[in-house]
């Protein structure tokens, strides 16, 4: 059950960070944020309580916080600037 609890808010935080890379708001970007934040929660508590192939988990999990990471960076970046 949290496996997919985890899949969804992960996929919602792509959409999100998408959304906020296209249209830069105060909402999209704190719930990207937000929605990272609890992709980066459950899957700590997912390979701490289900040990998983650990090399294999941590790279698609470094691979989603930076291509998430990069594209909320980006949104901040535009909003601010539009916002100046």
């Known amino acids: 059950m949290l496996l997919l609890l985890h899949i969804l808010i992960a996929v919602s935080s792509i959409v999100f960070a998408t959304l906020a890379l296209a249209f830069p708001s105060k909402r999209t970007l704190g719930a990207s944020y937000v929605l990272i ?10 390979v701490i309580a289900n040990p998983a192939p650990l090399l294999q988990t ?5 691979t989603y916080v930076l291509v998430v990471s990069t594209c909320a960076g980006f949104a901040t970046y535009r909003y601010v600037r539009a916002s100046s």
């Open 37 to 46: 934040t609890l992709t980066i929660v459950t899957g700590v508590y997912l």
């Open 58 to 62: 941590c790279i698609t999990g470094i």
